[in-house]
């Protein structure tokens, strides 16, 4: 079984900095992609950014030039760098990994953290 745990959330001023990780663990031959989504009250789910294993990256235009994913392969974990931080980037942060293989097969499952919240205060 594949475990994700998520750390680095909590309460900032508008203008401040968080650090996100996630490791995954349990048995793991490779992940195709690693991200983070979030959810706020009363809203659905929305991709923030994702990192596949080449090392391409994809963001939301919300958090484009504020946040930095990146991740690191060996210990299969993957980090967010928030900068500059706004109130409506208030919400519950997932982890997400994506296209995980256990075994060198082409069977592979994807996998959910249990979230970190992020309160970003004005």
């Known amino acids: 079984q594949v475990q994700l745990v998520e750390s680095g959330g909590g309460l900032v001023q508008a203008g401040g900095s968080l650090r996100l990780s996630c490791a995954a663990s349990g048995r793991i031959f490779s992940i195709n992609a690693m991200g983070w989504y979030r959810q706020a009250p009363g809203n659905q789910r929305e991709l923030v950014a994702i990192?596949?294993?080449?090392?391409?990256?994809n963001y939301a235009d919300s958090v484009k030039g504020r946040f930095t994913i990146s991740r690191d392969n060996a210990k299969n974990t993957v980090y967010l760098q928030m900068n500059s931080l706004k109130p409506e980037d208030t919400a519950v942060y997932y982890c997400?990994?994506?296209?995980?293989?256990?075994?060198?097969?082409?069977?592979?499952?994807?996998?959910w953290g249990q979230g970190t919240q992020v309160t970003v205060s004005s």
């Open positions: 997400n990994a994506a296209g995980v293989r256990t075994t060198p097969s082409i069977r592979s499952n994807d996998y």
């Open positions: 990192i596949i294993s080449g090392g391409n990256t």
